[in-house]
């Protein structure tokens, strides 16, 4: 008890004051959380909110972002080279910031760190670790990370996972994503293991070779007697759920609980759709990114996207002027991870090009007290604009994979044309219900379809999206398990 | 004298059976994460040797500071489930200690009045720091652990030292002593327990109820206040003046949990209240 309320303390002070977490208490405090479950089967009252981080009303919510923000500006300036310069050029003393200064620094495009990663790196920071984006298009973007930021990314994960519940150690974790995906794949896996549960890894392979895996008994002890536990994509899942279904794979061949999706759009359709393969399952949805990591945000149970206010600045910035959005209006969200969640390799209002329109309170969720946004639209670069507003990839992906004709993951693509857009999309078969289905889908969420070209063979598709189930990882012919 | 025994062993028996009825009917706040280990055994055990120097060595203003922080902080843990309003907690919590300190600060007033103030906030005192540590996951295994250890901290410090002499005379008339006592005769010398005995004494059969079911739990009531009946029945006959109580109660813990965890495995808290739910 004494150990651990000094691993809280020190954990509180990190949090409260950004200073770097201590690896020891952070181990010290999963222990205790793993001894006070294991004890009396939950965690005091008020542990949420203690793990959570503070409550901040908006004065000192603003208060502590400058704060933070000016600590890692200084950091910035100071020891990186990308944003010596930068602030050189600018005439701007990063030390006294104002919360209205914040955007006047240019937002920090991928581009800059696609090109030169080593830039963005702190002058006397120890990198141990290049991670590359597993990135759908061109060259991978790296990152650096000191090993300590990993080793206290993947306990600060698993503080989380069993602060929910989510992940216990008896569980059976199967990690289908990709193998290069080394970052998110390195603190996840951690973060399981420090748990006490059961990780395998197993790469973007055939998914009749993924479904066998999570379907297997096992007879481990002290652990579940199947796989329970999924981390993975949006299009892969898909996959699985085709495959499975198509298979004959029902709910009582797996004993799946809970399901970590993302990466992706993670849409209603596929949601529904996956509960026909494994039964009631629930669905744990985040959203992060390598360059921004380890800031990210999590889902609550109405649906926005929710950052903890002294992890990061997250700004909704208007794609055409990069300035602050106005209520209720979409624009890209701008990223600045604060110490001392990110250490070695700084980036300071980092553009996602990921799309959100910002919710504003009061609100009634769990997390009402941090900022928070409405689920992922889609990139910027896949959104077309019309005359009557945008069209997001994600109002495509809900209308088509809210249709069964269409085969999951939808396949689909969309242009601008005169008066609105053209959308393509593979189904699994041709008729004129499935084409009138369709359209009616599309119109019902906003989208104003004005061509609609439907193909059986999806490789006859001009401008599909990408997924990245197609990242797939090859096997050996042999060595695939035939069902 | 056959008066003190009486008061001192009525009060010996109210908090044993008190704190036994308060496990089972209230629920102290526990912090959000932490289960009590042997770490906190082996801090309670440097506590108990560093207190009694610490309360030699202080100025006596600096004493009464101490326990009267410390008393108002059991009184306002043990009232906070029973009377849930803070205000009323913070009410009883200030009678209790006001009259606490006033009985034995004042001048002019009969020592007796302090002494049956006083053994009331300890028999309180004695309810909530056993269910404190019962109630945050001390197991039974701990509990003969610092049984042993301080059976054997008792016989140097009370019986070839003479350390708890020392201490019982520096403390005697202090606010929130930490013994329950009465006076033998109208000249002053007093029967007493000291308030650690009665702890492990009061602890010891919620934590075996907790580990090992109902019946490991009264036979662990009856073997404690069976022991403290006899030795307050032999310093009655005059056999003894002054004697380690946990000489006699550390090895009946150690041979009572060495009995029943032969037979079955220790409950976790989870599983008690799962086997013996409460209301
Ligand atoms: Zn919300």
């Known amino acids: ?237 898909g996959e699985l759920v085709e495959c499975g279904l198509n298979s004959g794979y029902s709910p ?27 039964g009631s399952v629930e669905f744990i949805q985040s959203y992060a990114m390598t360059e921004t990591w380890p800031f990210g945000a999590t889902f609550c149970e109405e649906g926005h996207l929710h950052f903890e206010p002294s992890q990061g600045l997250l700004e909704i910035v208007d794609p055409d002027t990069a300035q602050p959005g106005k209520p209720g209006q979409t624009g890209t969200m701008v990223v600045t991870p604060f110490a001392p969640y990110r250490e070695a390799s700084v980036v300071l209002r980092y553009d996602t090009e990921d799309l959100v329109q910002p919710v504003f309170g009061p609100l009634g969720c769990s997390l009402k007290h941090w900022t928070a946004t409405t689920d992922l639209l889609g990139k910027l670069r896949l959104a077309i604009r019309t005359a009557n507003g945008w069209v997001y990839p994600r109002q495509i992906r809900e209308a088509l994979e809210s249709l069964e004709e269409v085969p999951l993951p939808a396949r689909c693509g969309f242009w601008a044309i005169e008066g609105g857009v053209a959308v393509e999309v593979a189904v699994r078969k041709i008729d004129s219900s499935i084409r009138n289905r369709i359209g009616q889908s599309l119109e019902e969420r906003g989208v104003p379809v004005c061509e609609l070209y439907l193909e059986e063979d999806p490789s006859q598709l001009q401008h599909q999206l990408p997924l990245r189930c197609d990242l797939r990882e090859i096997l050996f012919e042999r060595s695939v398990i035939k069902l | 004298m056959v008066l003190a025994s009486i008061v001192v062993l009525f009060h010996v028996v109210t908090s044993v059976i008190l704190a036994w009825l308060y496990f089972r009917r209230y629920t102290m706040t526990r912090p959000p994460i932490g289960v009590f280990n042997l ?50 907690i913070w009410l009883v919590t200030l009678v209790l200690a006001g009259a606490d300190l006033f009985t034995a600060l004042a001048p002019d007033i009969n020592p007796v009045w302090f002494l049956a103030i006083n053994n009331i906030v300890m028999l309180i005192s004695v309810v909530g720091v056993t269910n404190l540590w019962a109630q945050s996951g001390m197991k039974a295994r701990h509990a003969a652990i610092l049984g042993a250890a301080l059976a054997v901290y008792d016989l140097i410090a009370t019986s070839l030292l003479p350390l708890m002499n020392d201490l019982f005379a520096r403390l005697d008339g202090l606010p929130f002593a930490p013994t329950i006592a009465w006076p033998i005769n109208a000249a002053g010398p007093w029967l007493g327990i000291g308030l650690g005995d009665l702890v492990l004494t009061a602890v010891f059969p919620l934590v075996m109820r907790k ?40 090895p009946l813990m150690v041979c009572q949990y060495a009995y029943w965890i032969q037979r079955r495995p220790e409950r976790t808290t989870w599983q008690y209240l799962q086997a013996e739910p409460t209301k």
């Not at chain 1, 009582?252 to 494994?278: A, N, P």
């Not at chain 2, 206040?225 to 056999?239: N, Q, Y």
Request: glycine share 8%.
């Open chain 1, 1 to 237: 008890m004494f150990e651990s309320a000094f691993a809280q303390l020190r954990y509180a002070a990190s949090v409260l004051f950004a200073v770097p977490f201590d690896l020891r208490s952070l181990d010290r405090l999963v222990d205790g959380i793993l001894a006070t479950k294991q004890e009396f089967g939950s965690l005091g009252a008020d542990s949420a909110e203690f793990l959570g981080g503070p409550e901040l009303d908006e004065e000192t919510r603003r208060d502590v972002q400058i704060r933070r923000f000016r600590k890692q500006a200084v950091r910035a300036a100071e020891e990186t080279d990308y944003y010596s310069s930068q602030f050189t050029t600018l005439g701007v003393d990063p030390s006294r910031l104002t919360f209205e200064d914040i955007a006047r620094i240019p937002v920090t495009p991928k581009k800059a760190l696609l090109n030169n990663p080593d830039a963005f790196v702190r002058r006397g920071s120890n990198p141990a670790f290049r991670t590359t984006t597993t990135g759908t298009t061109g060259k991978p973007t790296s990152v650096y990370f000191t090993a300590r930021e990993i080793q206290a990314t993947g306990l600060l994960a698993a503080i989380s996972f069993l602060q929910s519940g989510q992940i216990t150690p008896e569980d059976i974790v199967q990690i289908s994503t990709s193998s290069r995906a080394t970052l998110g794949n390195t603190c996840f896996s951690q973060a399981v293991q420090r748990i006490g549960a059961v990780w395998y890894q197993t790469g973007l392979v055939d998914p009749a070779q993924a479904l066998a895996l999570l379907s297997e008994s096992h007879h481990l002890p002290g652990k579940k007697n199947r796989a329970s536990f999924l981390n993975t994509y949006a299009s892969y899942l």
């Open chain 1, 252 to 278: 009582k061949d797996f004993g799946v609980d809970h399901i970590s999706v993302g990466g992706e759009i993670v849409t209603e359709g596929l949601k529904r759709r996956c509960r026909k393969l494994f």
């Open chain 2, 39 to 88: 770490g906190d055994v082996a801090v309670m055990l440097v506590m108990v040797i560093l207190v009694p120097l610490l309360y030699l060595m202080l100025p006596i203003w600096m004493v009464i500071v101490l326990l009267t922080l410390a008393g108002l902080s059991i009184l306002y843990f043990t009232w906070e489930p029973v009377l849930k309003s803070s205000w009323f």
């Open chain 2, 211 to 250: 580990a090992f079911g109902r019946m490991a739990g009264i036979f662990a009531m009856a073997f404690g206040l069976g022991a403290i009946g006899l030795l307050i029945l032999s310093v009655l006959f005059g056999f003894v003046e002054i004697f380690p109580v946990m000489v006699v109660l550390g």
